[in-house]
Nanobody, 121 residues
Framework: QVQVVESGGGLVQAGGSLRLSCAATVTRSDDSIVDMVWHRQAPGKERELVASIVSDDTTNYADSVKGRFTISRDSDKNTVYLQMSRLKVEDTGVYYC?????????????WGQGTQVTVSS
């Protein structure tokens, strides 16, 4: 009912930059996006929250990315961006976008398929 598609991953050298995009396709008129959250999962590790943005544009970041990553959104396009700068090898992983949707009195959560980010030394 809500499709979430990430893009923009790739291979970059340490110190470089990448911008990820996450587009949510909402088809129901009673759906409204309440937040969009980037997570990442490194090989052999648990998935962790990277950055989030809610409908009033309040943002939140993991301590490990503060000052290097910036999350923003285009509400008209239901799209969120993650600008990643000064990338480190430890930023390597699959980056997933989660979209929270309010439908009537319920909250639903939708995940994308992920996009790979590889930072080389």
């Amino acid at each position: 009912q809500v499709q979430v598609v990430e893009s923009g991953g790739g291979l970059v050298q340490a110190g470089g930059s990448l911008r990820l995009s996450c587009a949510a396709t909402v088809t129901r008129s009673d759906d409204s996006i309440v937040d969009m959250v980037w997570h990442r999962q490194a090989p052999g590790k648990e998935r962790e929250l990277v950055a989030s943005i809610v409908s009033d544009d309040t943002t939140n970041y993991a301590d490990s990315v503060k000052g290097r990553f910036t999350i923003s959104r285009d509400s008209d396009k239901n799209t969120v961006y993650l600008q990643m700068s000064r990338l480190k090898v430890e930023d390597t992983g699959v980056y997933y976008c989660n979209t929270g949707v309010r439908r009537r009195n319920y909250r639903f959560s939708y995940w994308g398929q992920g996009t790979q980010v590889t930072v080389s030394s």
